[in-house]
Nanobody, 125 residues
Framework: QVQFVESGGGLVQPGGSLRLSCAASGFTLDYFTIGWVRQAPGKEREGVVCMNSRFGSTIYADSVKGRFTISRDNAKGTMYLQMDSLKPEDTAVYYC??????????????????WGQGTQVTVSS
């Protein structure tokens, strides 16, 4: 059974940093394209970043480009999202996600089949 366990969310001041982790179980992360998606209150889910399984290429939403960094440790079966220079508009529930494809189809949320439970990130002074 495919499962993800997320951790690392919390409350941070504007300009601060957080690192989200997402540990996979029940499958080998190596062969999956992965990503992060977020949902702010009253809004639809939006893609943040996608990393393909083939070469590790990434696609970022313009709103986070240069501030967020996705990474993966296939040996540990874990993906990460390093978030720097956080802004209040980054406040949302963040979900890790995966799909059994080689390549990303953009960075949108509709491409994924497997999801983490979500972790709350709040950016506020």
């Amino acid at each position: 059974q495919v499962q993800f366990v997320e951790s690392g969310g919390g409350l941070v001041q504007p300009g601060g940093s957080l690192r989200l982790s997402c540990a996979a179980s029940g499958f080998t992360l190596d062969y999956f394209t992965i990503g992060w998606v977020r949902q702010a209150p009253g809004k639809e889910r939006e893609g943040v970043v996608c990393m393909n399984s083939r070469f590790g290429s990434t696609i970022y939403a313009d709103s986070v480009k240069g501030r967020f960094t996705i990474s993966r440790d296939n040996a540990k079966g874990t993906m990460y999202l390093q978030m720097d220079s956080l802004k209040p508009e980054d406040t949302a529930v963040y979900y890790c996600a995966a799909v059994g494809n080689y390549y990303c189809s953009g960075y949108g949320p509709q491409q994924y089949d497997y999801w983490g439970q979500g972790t709350q990130v709040t950016v506020s002074s």
